[in-house]
Nanobody
Framework: QVQLVESGRGLVKAGGSLRLSCAAS????????MGWYRQAPGKQRELVAT?????????ADSVKGRFIISRSRDNARNTVSLQMNSLKPEDTAVYYC?????????????WGQGTQVTVSS
């Protein structure tokens, strides 16, 4: 069983910062890309940022220069974080962690449960 557990939800004023983290655990053989997606009310889920196992990053144009994605591995626990700076009200959404995971029996994309980020003007 593979689990992605997110932390760092919050309410922040415009211009403020917030850090999200996501830890992957379970019977994982390997993890390729990890990333963050978000879904605002009435909108489709969209990519925010991804990072490969080699550290290559990709950002949505709307967050470039404001958000920083990073990942680490400690005691077989893989973590991906999203540092969000200069937040805007339009960043308000439910943020989902995702990871492309392989186990000994299967591979595919796992998702976290989602964490709410609200930016007030």
């Amino acid at each position: 069983q593979v689990q992605l557990v997110e932390s760092g939800r919050g309410l922040v004023k415009a211009g403020g910062s917030l850090r999200l983290s996501c830890a992957a655990s379970g019977s994982i053989s390997s993890i390729n890309a990890m990333g963050w997606y978000r879904q605002a009310p009435g909108k489709q889920r969209e990519l925010v940022a991804t990072i490969t196992s080699g550290g290559r990053t990709n950002y949505a144009d709307s967050v470039k220069g404001r958000f920083i994605i990073s990942r680490s591995r400690d005691n077989a626990r893989n973590t991906v974080s999203l540092q969000m700076n200069s937040l805007k009200p339009e960043d308000t959404a439910v943020y989902y962690c995702a990871a492309d995971i392989a186990t000994i029996v299967t591979k595919g994309r796992a998702w976290g449960q989602g964490t709410q980020v609200t930016v007030s003007s």
